[in-house]
């Protein structure tokens, strides 16, 4: 494939590290979804780079439009939960969430 | 070919600063800069319509989310985060960034590909004729956060 | 017609919120019942007109002008139309009672409608983004009925689910994306015949590898299982059991069969893989199951090791492998179901979920104790229950490919599996009444019926096994083993 795609793709694999890297490290819960959305940038990169390369940047946009709105419900739905779970602890710290052991 | 690698090293900076910023609300902005930067990439990627999508709802829309919550959660003390994450994550990028253009460099003229099928038409109708189950899995989409939020957030006559 | 399986308990869905500001008592548990009922009927519909012909791709057409929704109906998505419309009925009537003390049971049943939706849609789905797309639907719902009851527990066990899924479809979508690439299209036929045509090993070997870590971690497959163990017991009974009797099953085995056996195709490699990530989730969560004394996170871990049990016999890729697989994801379907909901009796009745506290509920809780242990004896293999077939035909199917090694280790497990199953029966039902629970009473009528419902029907499957495979389960093997094409022709009707 050409060097365009591997532009864009080594960029959107950046976003993906960062957004990975953010989840796994970081502590504050508002901070992880923030991990989240940052990896669905580089994922929605991603698709739209292949759309461009394979011709075919229309289809490649529709999936990326729905990809979005996936993102949105996920972060939407993710921000009640912190929410709630603020007001159950008082606290934003992802190291309260301990009482579970998996 | 430069201004869109600038564009793009413009997003993984302010991505990245997203991260590290201790402030939840800058992170917040820095976030919002970034799908901005990158609604800008994808209008020169000749895709408008995602771009226009890009920035409207994820520079608009998850910003104010973020926004609200931050309101409603600001916590007396400051989560610390853990500084060796801090500022070993440039050292992480970097190095990331090496191996990432390394293996780029390898890939080149090694991936096979097919051709794609030919344009299809508008946005429009590819969004509504071609990919129509899409759609109804938007609405069950819409459906399951709006529900789920609501769900969270109702009001119980007697506690748990 | 088929579209009625993914717009009926949407459209449902979007009005029950609306029905639950009129009638708070019983008009929302009608409503929603009665479109289990229907979706359950709609499966026998389509089920007798698909037979004798191949699989059917539907379009639809509104008001005149073809809409184009292509719906994939062949054994295979019919097997488990059938599995999700049964179990989801079972566990909707028995939410009549038990989601009672929840509040808001209008929007509780808006929600499991949603998911039912997008369980169906991924089963109907005909290409991987698709595929994708309701498997988020199904999650983002299941998140908030996690969450439901809002305790502490809950908001935590739903926050850490939705952080690995979000991981998990990182991987997914990063596989389709890399697919998308390297072939131009999205549907399961073209991809598959796409793939034919490149010789793209490697890449195809990292799409699997993503598709294992994306698929696997919404199956629960060791070691990807971490967050089972947490959402399951926290969340209410009835969604606890459609988790893991559902949930798991079609977004995790069903997305992972399709997508290795349609698309690619199985090749070996991925075969060995499969059996031996298979293999370790028995045996890891099998034991693990033995340490605890939450009665929901024994069976929790129990769901990760017959998942394991259902990999091994998919993984296997021989037909009879595929067909005990299939069995068995039916049968553990009916019967965890059956134990989760049981353990959502007990724990209304007695307002605990540690097996050392309780005792002897057997005198005060019969019918309980009673379907308990057919569930229990249906998952741990004992004849004539269905279980014991589903595993035995795995176990002959490992023995006649070759795998001694595995098919005793099954066996072992077996017998593990029903060793930590007596020991529930053991401490919670039999034994000396436990002081305590004097005044416990037998669960309210809706919940009683529907464990009835799925203990009758784990007696049943098992007795007329042979009825039950020729007319299920062989033609969703069969719709596997040939890949994308299948003929349906089954004796089944």
Not at chain 2, 63 to 81: N, S, Y
Not at chain 3, 16 to 37: E, F, H, Q, R, T
Not at chain 3, 65 to 75: A, Q, R, T
Not at chain 3, 476 to 484: K, S, Y
Request: net charge positive; aromatic share 10%; with cysteine.
């Amino acid at each position: 494939m050409s060097n365009t795609w591997l532009v864009y793709m080594s960029f959107a694999a950046l976003l993906l590290f960062i957004g990975l890297y953010c989840l796994l490290t970081m502590r504050n819960l508002i901070k992880l979804v923030i991990g989240v959305v940052i990896g669905a940038k580089g994922f929605g990169l991603a698709l739209v780079a292949t759309g461009l390369v394979k011709k075919n940047i229309i289809l490649a946009q529709a999936l990326a439009v729905t990809f979005v709105v996936v993102e949105v419900c996920v972060v939407a739905l993710a921000l009640a939960l912190i929410i709630n779970i603020y007001r159950k602890t008082g606290s934003l710290d992802v190291r309260r969430l301990t009482k579970l052991k998996g | 070919m430069i201004l869109e690698i600038a564009l793009l090293c413009g997003l993984v900076v302010f991505s990245a600063a997203a991260i590290i910023l201790r402030d939840l609300l800058k992170a917040a902005i820095c976030l919002a800069a970034a799908s901005l930067l990158l609604g800008i990439v994808y209008f020169r990627m000749n895709a408008p319509y995602i771009g226009v999508f890009e920035i409207s709802v994820v520079a608009g829309m998850i910003t104010v989310l973020f926004i609200v919550t931050i309101a409603l959660t600001k916590t007396g003390g400051d989560v610390r985060e853990a500084k060796a994450a801090e500022w070993i994550f440039p050292l992480v990028l970097v190095l990331f960034l090496a191996v990432d253009i390394l293996v780029a460099k390898s890939l080149i003229n090694k991936i096979p590909a097919l051709e794609s099928l030919p344009e299809q038409g508008t946005f429009g109708e590819v969004l509504w004729k071609m990919r129509t189950f899409d759609l109804v899995g938007q609405i069950g989409l819409i459906f399951a956060g709006v529900l789920g939020v609501l769900a969270l957030f109702r009001k119980r006559s007697k506690d748990e | 017609m088929a579209f009625l399986f993914v717009a009926l308990p949407l459209v449902v869905a979007g009005i029950l919120p609306l029905i639950g500001k009129i009638s708070k008592k019983v008009l929302p548990d009608v409503v929603a019942n009665s479109v289990l009922i229907i979706l359950l009927g709609l499966v026998f519909v389509e089920g007798r007109g698909l037979v004798g012909q191949a699989a059917s791709i539907q379009q639809l057409s509104w008001l005149g002008e073809p809409v184009n929704i292509k719906l994939l109906l062949d054994g295979f998505s019919l097997f488990m139309l059938f599995a999700v419309s049964l179990v989801g009925l079972a566990i909707s009537l028995f939410s009549i009672d038990y989601m009672d003390h929840y509040g808001s049971k209008a929007n509780f049943y808006a929600l499991f409608l949603v998911m039912i939706a997008g369980m169906n849609g991924l089963l109907l789905a005909t290409d991987l983004f698709q595929v994708y797309l309701f498997l988020e639907v199904a999650a983002i719902a299941s998140y908030a009925l996690v969450a439901f009851g809002l305790g502490h527990d809950e908001l935590e066990a739903a926050f850490k689910y939705l952080m690995l899924s979000a991981v998990a479809s990182v991987f997914i979508m990063l596989a389709v994306t890399i697919i998308f690439g390297l072939t131009g299209s999205l549907g399961f036929e073209p991809v598959s015949q796409g793939l034919r045509a490149l010789d793209a090993k490697f890449i195809v070997g990292l799409c699997s590898a993503f598709f294992i870590m994306g698929f696997g971690l919404k199956a629960a497959l060791v070691p990807f299982h971490a967050w089972l163990p947490d959402a399951h017991p926290s969340a209410p009974a009835p969604i606890s059991a459609v988790l893991s009797g559902l949930l798991i099953k079609v977004s995790g085995v069903y997305a992972l069969t399709r997508v290795f056996i349609t698309v690619f195709g199985l090749p070996p490699d991925l075969s060995t893989v499969l059996m031996y990530l298979g293999i370790i989730s028995m045996v890891v969560a099998a034991l693990l199951a033995l340490g605890q004394t939450d009665i929901k996170r024994m069976l929790a871990y129990s769901s990760i090791s017959q998942v394991g049990y259902i990999i091994l016999g998919i993984g296997l890729g021989t037909p009879l492998g595929i067909l005990g697989g299939l069995f068995h994801l039916f049968n553990h379907a009916l019967a965890k179901s059956l134990l989760f909901l049981n353990s959502g009796s007990l724990q209304m009745s007695t307002g605990t979920r540690n097996l050392d506290e309780m005792g002897g509920l057997a005198k005060r809780m019969p019918v309980t104790a009673g379907t308990n242990l057919v569930g229990a004896l249906s998952i741990a293999g004992v004849p004539p229950l269905n279980g014991f077939w589903s595993k035995l035909i795995i176990i002959i199917a490992l023995i006649q490919a070759g795998h001694w090694a595995f098919a005793l280790i099954a066996v072992l497990v077996s017998v593990l599996t029903l060793w930590y199953y007596l020991l529930i029966q053991r401490k919670a039902f039999f034994g000396k009444l436990n002081e305590k629970w004097n005044a416990v009473r037998e669960a309210p009528f809706w919940m009683t019926v529907s464990t009835v419902l799925l203990a009758l029907l784990c007696i049943v499957t098992g007795i007329f096994f042979a009825a039950t495979v020729q007319s299920w389960v062989r033609p969703a093997a069969d719709a596997l083993v040939r890949g994308v094409q299948a003929a349906l022709g089954s004796v089944g009707f």
